[in-house]
């Protein structure tokens, strides 16, 4: 499995940070967490929830994690807060002491975590008794369907192309969230879903971002031969449903969880 490439900030905003920084939001309102908090957003990245957190949830401070140095810079430009802090770091040792916040959270990352049990496990070490540690992660299955109209092509013109729904559902499913949450001592265990509309202006708004390297579909368009790529696009063209206008309307399922420390 060739390692994802996470370092270009613009060309990860056009691929999914422009959809995560969506649902972020959506995630909030569903954990409707007091104010007042001390946050940790846990594979930050350039900073979609961070700064979701400090628009909406009013925290008394958040850290965002992540192992990319570009995303972290990035991460701190953009979310521009004085009560937002990034820090380069890994997610399965988090540079936080014990009960150092009062909630935990990561969007889009954990299934990119080598042992992403023991980034749960860190989560909860972190988070201070009675606080809440929370996540969402795409469903690669048919929930998310950028992504599955993709692989669906990308396996027709490569039947080993690497799709993301067999490589994640070992995590991005409900009974693995639940399975992690529980393993990690964690109570009142809720699994949920949210949606959101993706509507791309045109196919050229799909695929562009696929060129862009970062992530794991655009980092496999990024080894095909030209001829494969060309195929894949036009595959892609002639399934995606235009409307007249040329959009693509599509809908883009999160599942979300959470749970509660001991007190
Ligand atoms: C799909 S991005 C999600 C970024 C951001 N949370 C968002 O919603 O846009 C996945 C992120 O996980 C980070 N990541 C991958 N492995 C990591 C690890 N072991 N520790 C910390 N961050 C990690 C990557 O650098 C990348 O920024």
Same mark, same amino acid.
Do not use: K
């Given at each position: 499995?060739?390692p994802?490439?996470?370092?270009?900030?613009?060309?990860?905003?056009?691929?999914?940070?422009?959809?995560?920084?969506?649902?972020?939001? &959506?995630? &909030?309102?569903?954990?409707t $967490? !007091? =104010?007042?908090?001390?946050?940790?957003?846990?594979?930050?990245?350039?900073?979609a929830?961070? +700064? *979701?957190?400090?628009? +909406?949830a009013a !925290?008394?401070?958040?850290?965002?994690?992540d192992?990319?140095?570009?995303?972290?810079?990035?991460?701190?430009?953009r =979310? +521009?807060? !004085?009560?937002a802090?990034?820090?380069v770091?890994?997610?399965?040792e988090?540079p936080? *002491? /014990?009960?150092a916040?009062?909630?935990?959270?990561?969007?889009?990352?954990?299934n990119f975590?080598?042992? !992403?049990?023991r980034a749960? $496990?860190?989560?909860?070490r972190?988070?201070?008794? @009675? @606080?809440?540690? *929370?996540?969402? =992660?795409? /469903?690669? +299955?048919d929930?998310?369907?950028?992504l599955?109209?993709?692989?669906?092509?990308?396996? %027709?013109v490569?039947? *080993?192309a690497p /799709?993301?729904?067999?490589?994640?559902?070992? =995590?991005?499913?409900?009974?693995?969230?639940?399975?992690?949450?529980t393993?990690?001592? &964690?109570?009142?265990v809720?699994?949920?879903?949210v949606?959101?509309p993706?509507?791309f202006?045109?196919?050229?708004?799909?695929?562009?971002?696929?060129?862009?390297g970062?992530?794991? $579909?655009?980092?496999f368009v990024?080894?095909l031969?030209?001829?494969?790529r060309?195929?894949?696009?036009?595959?892609l063209r002639?399934?995606?449903?235009?409307a007249?206008?040329?959009s693509?309307?599509l809908?883009?399922?999160a599942?979300?969880?959470?749970? %509660? %420390?001991p007190?």
């Amino acid at each position: 499995m060739v390692p994802e490439r996470w370092s270009e900030r613009d060309a990860y905003e056009a691929y999914m940070g422009r959809w995560s920084r969506r649902v972020a939001p &959506l995630f &909030l309102r569903w954990l409707t $967490a !007091p =104010v007042g908090l001390s946050w940790v957003d846990v594979g930050c990245g350039t900073g979609a929830l961070s +700064g *979701a957190v400090v628009a +909406g949830a009013a !925290p008394v401070e958040v850290t965002g994690v992540d192992s990319s140095p570009a995303f972290v810079t990035a991460a701190a430009e953009r =979310v +521009g807060d !004085p009560r937002a802090r990034f820090r380069v770091g890994d997610a399965r040792e988090l540079p936080l *002491a /014990d009960h150092a916040v009062g909630i935990a959270v990561s969007g889009l990352a954990l299934n990119f975590v080598p042992e !992403p049990a023991r980034a749960v $496990a860190e989560m909860a070490r972190v988070t201070a008794p @009675g @606080g809440t540690v *929370a996540a969402y =992660v795409w /469903d690669y +299955g048919d929930g998310m369907e950028m992504l599955r109209y993709f692989w669906t092509a990308a396996t %027709t013109v490569d039947a *080993a192309a690497p /799709d993301e729904l067999d490589r994640f559902s070992a =995590v991005c499913r409900p009974d693995p969230l639940r399975t992690m949450w529980t393993g990690a001592g &964690l109570q009142g265990v809720t699994v949920d879903a949210v949606s959101i509309p993706t509507t791309f202006t045109s196919f050229d708004d799909y695929w562009t971002p696929f060129l862009g390297g970062q992530g794991p $579909a655009p980092g496999f368009v990024a080894r095909l031969e030209p001829v494969d790529r060309n195929r894949l696009r036009d595959l892609l063209r002639s399934r995606l449903p235009a409307a007249p206008d040329g959009s693509i309307r599509l809908t883009a399922r999160a599942w979300t969880v959470r749970g %509660t %420390t001991p007190a």
